[in-house]
């Protein structure tokens, strides 16, 4: 589906250890990276995503990399009202 057809309503933080690039790629066509930073150095990370996935849909995407990178999913309590 077009990403730009669909609306960016959920944001997710997401902390993981290794792997950046490929979870970036992953995610690509589902929504927007925000921001990406080491915590507190690599190979951790943090990443806000921006999407119209669910919590579960999100989980189901990553499944593989969630178990290889250990990635934690938090989402954020945050309301979009319109495209981000």
Request: charged residues 25%.
């Amino acid at each position: 589906m077009d990403l730009a057809a669909q609306e960016l309503n959920r944001s997710y933080v997401l902390h993981g250890s290794g792997g950046i690039t490929t979870v970036q790629a992953r995610l690509t066509e589902y929504g927007r990276c925000q921001f990406t930073f080491w915590d507190p150095s690599p190979p951790n990370w943090r990443v806000r995503f921006v999407t119209y996935l669910t919590p579960d849909d999100l989980s189901q995407l990553l499944d593989r990399e969630l178990k290889r990178y250990r990635i934690r999913l938090y989402p954020e309590v945050v309301v979009y009202t319109g495209n981000a």
